[in-house]
């Protein structure tokens, strides 16, 4: 078992560093000091598959079609399992691509339902976004008893979510029963001068029983604690991991006639571990 | 400017050489790096930045740029404002101009110029970007079309390659024409360079992207056009920047085939061989490229000979061409032909691929062929071909209605991958009734045997012989002129004739006789002829009478002969000169119908073949 060892924020201290990096400039990295935690790495992929390989059947399954009203927000893409929509590259990436076809677009969506799940940890993926108008990708959690309580009571954990007509800004975000859809817990993160599919990022969350932590790049920029949300606190409770690009939909809006395709989602890694307490 | 540069440099070196000698370290002159230049990113802020200077381009309103105090993005203290002329102001067409440098500035660490603008009423910027130095300008750069509407927006223009602008004078350039008449302004603030983290993903293409293939020779030269950039914009969509071939390194995948030169400029060296022309910029390859399958040494179509006296020409260096529209129409939706131009030795060539039809179109003017006897072309077909292969070419005349006529060639297997010389005569196309309004060549490939062809030396041409004569008379036989004292006339409006005369006696012929009105002048009409007689009231005197005169007129008979007739009957015949271009008049003496006894002449006969016209038949006297 791989272990690594990341700081558990302190926020006071957070807070003075900041105030004196904004005083001289410096980089963010160099001051948020978070309290030591260590992990232990209990399931990944690096996706070290041959080019057009799918992924590894034993680790992912697919969601399929076009999902009732378009999986829920009315998106536009059918997921298939084709290796032109989601396959390896062949050196060491998952790629999910959106294609254009007239008017219809193909994707793919992959979830270790059925396959893995756990509860609380540290949940991570480096890749680099798809972009362009009407496109999103997600890196995300729903908790393993949809099939029995439905959504939103089962949770979801938004890890990483982007509009493609903002490539700078990446949303974290959890949907819970009285606070889903258009009315989620949620904070954004954007990147200055740069934008998150002009190379790869770490976004990850770290979740216990009191609260989840939101990383881009190791960065905390948003912490949700059990107390603060306005409704049931549904996250006691194993969630597996979805990865997909949609097209479309009512979170995103439409592509346009300028919406450059196909686009790729590049996933270098998914990694999850467990806290060595 | 180039002697400054020089005498920095050298002042640098100088001062380099100096501080190494006097740190006494080793380091070689050489490894001097060039004069480096200001990396100052400003071009507009406030007002104009170090060392800029204005040039409005010319045929544009000279005061077009000003700078305005008043309307500025963000209260700063000024903006350029550009008005941009109603259509026909007298002071010029459009605004447009040049912000530039008299020394370079170091833009390679910029990767885009940006700026902000609004206009007073949303419009379309013709073009806009930067690289226009007044010179030479290697590295323009430019958007097309650029949107602006009556708020401040900031616009980006992406660099295709920022690492060539080491020493760019032309810093901001612009051109703008009026909106349907009517002119705008707009303005122009805080223009700088950036260097930009939201803009990505960079393409570049060549051809606009396509892979394309062309049968070609040793002589060929082709210019590499559609060269584009795109870049991601900082609203995922994508914005595309025209860019000067020298942002280009174009590669050429066996030289001793094709080379090509830095403007993108393709020509053929060798062959037989393929080879293929690419580009990069920088690292990243461009989309697109050009196949030359070279077939070596080109035959060049033959050398016209026709004077150019006789010759209407469309499409040949050998003659002076009329204006023509176009020589690939492009009809949609069901010509599939593409056009492929070349030009060998200074000779261009009309190259037509994915061959279905094709159009030639000369409206402005339209020509009056109605002189020319024929249409020749060239034609040279590249691919082998399969049997049954025909080649099909139509002529059309504008009017009320149009009218067209087809011809079509069977082109023997044998006859592919060489030159093949067509001489369409007017009178085989049959449907095109006039041709003094022609105004377009199609050609065709009715068989779907002809993948391509190439096409030189398209003219009509008169090849010297009069125009056929038509079937029958357009205008009635030419009015006689003998004094009517000296005439004894038999037939005609002009004279006044000895009454009663049979025109249609009947001696057994097949001759059909019908008199007809031409242009309401009275016409004798014999169709199938065989032979035919005059059988006159009585018996004339002629013995006075010097000759006999006839008007006749034949489009077909090829033989002819008139008889003068006395009683016995004695008669003797006359060969006349047939087919006639039109009216043929003849004179002949009486002598030659000796020995007619010319005191007692009763009859007249015609004799031989074809559908004759005749008129003033008469004798006269000197």
């Known amino acids: 078992m791989k272990s690594i060892n990341i700081a558990k924020n302190n926020f006071l201290y957070v807070v003075i560093l900041l105030l004196w990096v904004m005083a001289i400039g410096c980089d963010r990295d160099d001051f948020q000091k978070l309290e030591e935690r260590e992990w232990n790495l209990v399931w990944s992929d690096e996706f070290d598959g041959e080019a057009g390989e799918l992924p590894d059947p034993t680790r992912w399954a697919f969601d399929l079609g076009t999902g009732e009203g378009g999986w829920g927000n009315a998106e536009l893409q059918s997921y298939t399992n084709n290796p032109e929509n989601v396959s390896m590259d062949g050196e060491g990436n998952l790629v999910i691509t959106a294609i254009q076809d007239g008017n219809t677009f193909t994707s793919a969506r992959i979830k270790t339902q059925g396959l893995f799940s756990q509860q609380y940890g540290r949940f991570e993926a480096r890749l680099k976004t798809p972009y362009g108008p009407g496109l999103w990708p997600a890196f995300w959690l729903l908790g393993d008893n949809i099939e029995t309580v439905g959504w939103p009571q089962c949770g979801e954990i938004d890890i990483m979510e982007l509009r493609g007509q903002e490539p700078h800004i990446i949303h974290g975000s959890i949907h819970g029963p009285g606070y889903s859809a258009g009315n989620p817990v949620s904070k954004s993160y954007a990147l200055v001068n740069d934008r998150f599919d002009a190379d790869y990022h770490v976004f990850a969350i770290e979740w216990d029983e009191d609260k989840i932590d939101f990383f881009v790049d190791d960065y905390l920029y948003q912490r949700i604690e059990n107390t603060d949300v306005p409704g049931e606190w549904v996250y006691d409770q194993p969630f597996f991991i979805l990865l997909n690009v949609a097209v479309g939909g009512n979170y995103v809006g439409f592509p346009t006639g300028q919406t450059p395709f196909p686009q790729q989602m590049i996933i270098d890694y998914v990694k999850v571990y467990e806290e060595v307490k | ?622």
């Open chain 2, 1 to 622: 400017m180039k002697p400054n540069i020089l005498i920095r440099f050298t002042q640098l070196i100088t001062a380099a050489a100096f501080l190494a000698l006097l740190a006494g370290c080793e380091r070689d002159i050489t490894d001097l790096e060039e004069a480096s230049f200001p990396t100052n990113p400003e071009v507009f802020i406030d007002g104009f930045s170090a060392g800029l200077n204005y040039a409005a381009f010319g045929g544009s309103v000279p005061t077009a740029f000003s700078v305005d105090n008043d309307v500025t993005y963000d209260n700063s203290a000024a903006s350029m404002r550009i008005e941009v002329p109603d259509a026909n102001d007298p002071r010029g067409s459009f605004a447009g101009g040049v912000y530039y440098l008299d020394t370079g500035r170091d833009l390679s660490g910029y990767n885009a110029l940006t700026f902000w603008a609004k206009a007073s009423q949303s419009a379309t910027i013709g073009e806009i970007g930067l690289g226009n130095d007044l010179g030479q300008n290697e590295f323009v750069v430019s958007i097309q079309g650029l949107n602006v509407s009556t708020g401040w927006k900031k616009y980006i223009i992406p660099l295709p390659d920022p690492s060539r602008l080491t020493q760019e004078r032309g810093l901001f350039w612009y051109a703008a024409g009026n909106l349907d008449g009517n002119g705008f302004t707009f303005w122009i603030d805080e223009v700088k360079y950036e260097k930009l983290g939201t803009i990505a993903h960079p393409e570049y293409a060549i051809l606009n992207g396509e892979d394309q293939v062309e049968t070609s020779f040793i002589g060929v030269t082709k210019s590499i056009g559609g060269l584009t950039t795109t870049f991601n914009m900082p609203t995922g969509i994508n914005q595309a920047v025209s860019a000067a071939p020298a942002y280009f390194e174009f590669v050429s995948s066996d030289p001793s085939i094709a080379t090509v030169d830095a403007s993108g400029t393709v020509t053929v060296t060798g062959g037989p061989g393929n080879v293929e022309i690419t580009a990069h910029v920088g690292e990243v390859a461009a989309e697109g490229s050009l196949t030359m399958q070279s077939l070596g040494d080109f035959e060049q179509a033959p050398v016209p000979t026709h004077d150019p006296e006789n010759v209407i020409s469309i499409f040949s260096e050998a003659y002076e061409n009329i204006p023509v529209d176009y020589y690939n129409g492009y009809w949609e939706p069901y010509q599939t032909t593409q056009s492929a131009d070349f030009i060998v030795e200074g000779n261009r060539v009309l190259n037509y691929t994915d061959f279905n039809f094709v159009g030639i179109q000369f409206t402005s003017p339209t020509i009056d062929a109605s002189s020319m006897t024929h249409l020749h072309l060239d034609i040279y077909l590249p691919n082998p071909l399969n049997a049954g292969a025909e080649f099909n070419i139509e002529i059309v005349n504008f009017g009320e209605p149009n009218v067209s006529g087809s011809y079509t060639i069977p082109i023997p297997v044998d006859q592919a991958q060489q030159w093949i010389s067509i001489d369409v005569p007017f009178e085989d196309l049959g449907g095109l009734t006039s041709r003094d309004n022609l105004a377009q060549i199609i050609f065709l490939d009715e068989s779907e045997n002809i993948p391509g062809f190439y096409a030189d030396n398209i003219y009509f041409y008169n090849d010297g012989a009069e125009p056929p004569t038509p079937d029958e008379p357009e205008s009635p036989a030419p009015t006689p002129t003998h004094d009517a004292a000296n005439v004894t006339a038999i037939y005609s409006d002009s004279y006044d004739v000895i009454p009663g005369t049979n025109f249609f006696p009947d001696w057994g012929q097949a001759t059909v006789v019908t008199e007809i009105q031409i242009q309401g002048n009275n016409t004798l009409r014999y169709q199938g002829l065989n032979y035919q007689g005059i059988e006159l009231a009585s018996s004339q005197d002629f013995a006075d009478m010097d000759y006999l005169h006839l008007d006749f007129y034949t489009a077909n008979s090829t033989e002819l002969y008139v008889y003068l007739i006395s009683e016995g009957p004695v008669e003797t015949g006359y060969t006349l000169s047939v087919p006639t271009t039109g009216w043929s008049s003849v004179d002949i003496p009486m002598s030659a119908f000796a020995p007619v006894d010319l005191g007692g002449v009763i009859q007249l006969k015609f004799d031989g073949n074809g559908d004759i016209f005749l008129d003033n038949i008469y004798v006269h006297k000197e």
